[in-house]
C-alpha cells in the first residue's frame, strides 16, 4: 500500500558517503513503506544491549550495529523517534 508518492520535495538523493559524514553516521533511506532515518552507532557507543527486530537476537553492548526509526510526517517525528529500533547491521542491509 504505497499511498505517497516516491518524488519529495526534500528527498533528492545525495551522496550518500558524504551525506553519511556529514550528518554525523545518519542518513534517510526510502523505501517501499517510507523513509527512514539510519544512524550508525560504534561499538563504544553501544553501551547497552538491545533485542534485534530482525532476528530476534540480542545486540550485546560494545556491538557496532544500527539504530533507524520511520521518519513519517504522517505520524509526526516525535512518534518516530519514540519507536526507533535498534538492528544488527547485517539485519538492517538484509532489510532492504
Ligand atoms: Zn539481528
Known sequence: MARRSSKRPWGAPHPELD???ARGGSRVEHRSDGAWTV???SAAAATKSYLCPGC???IP???PHVVAWHDDALLGA???LEL???WHSSCWS???
Do not use: K, M, W, Y
Open 39 to 41: 544512524r550508525s552507532v
Open 94 to 96: 538484509r532489510r532492504r
Open 61 to 63: 553492548p560494545g556491538t
Open 78 to 80: 516525535q512518534a518516530g
Open 56 to 58: 530476534q537476537q540480542e
Open 19 to 21: 551525506t553519511e559524514r
Open 84 to 86: 526507533r529500533r535498534h
